[in-house]
Nanobody
Framework: QVHLVESGGGLVQAAGSLRLSCEVS????????MGWFRQVAGKEREFVAA????????VYSEAIKGRFTISRDDAKRTLYLTMNNVKPTDTAIYYC????????????????????WGQGTQVTVSD
């Protein structure tokens, strides 16, 4: 199991930018496909973006496509989510997740695919 810790959340104005980080410890991050999800109180956890190990194949939800970018730096054991042109509807707790993968092209896009989760970081977008 890996241990995941998110950071970088906060309050940002609409149309602004924010970068979330997820630090991986316990195991080398390059063995894991990883993703970002978000959740608003009273709603189900929502897929945001995912990235494969090694080759860095990515998948994005339609809600954030073209505005957010997922990336990883395995030398730093860190996953990133760069958020541009944020909207009030992006307000949520953002979670990173990891799943052990043997494939360089496997991308996991459902919460059930993941076995390890961080504690979340709050992102609030004001009008």
């Amino acid at each position: 199991q890996v241990h995941l810790v998110e950071s970088g959340g906060g309050l940002v104005q609409a149309a602004g930018s924010l970068r979330l980080s997820c630090e991986v410890s316990g195991r080398p991050s390059y063995n894991y496909a990883m993703g970002w999800f978000r959740q608003v109180a009273g709603k189900e956890r929502e897929f945001v973006a995912a990235i494969s190990r090694a080759s860095g194949d990515t998948v994005y939800s339609e809600a954030i496509k073209g505005r957010f970018t997922i990336s990883r730096d395995d030398a730093k054991r860190t996953l990133y989510l760069t958020m541009n042109n944020v909207k009030p509807t992006d307000t949520a707790i953002y979670y990173c997740a990891a799943t052990r993968s043997l494939s360089n092209i496997y991308v996991a896009i459902t919460a059930d695919d993941y076995g390890s989760w961080g504690q979340g970081t709050q992102v609030t977008v004001s009008d």
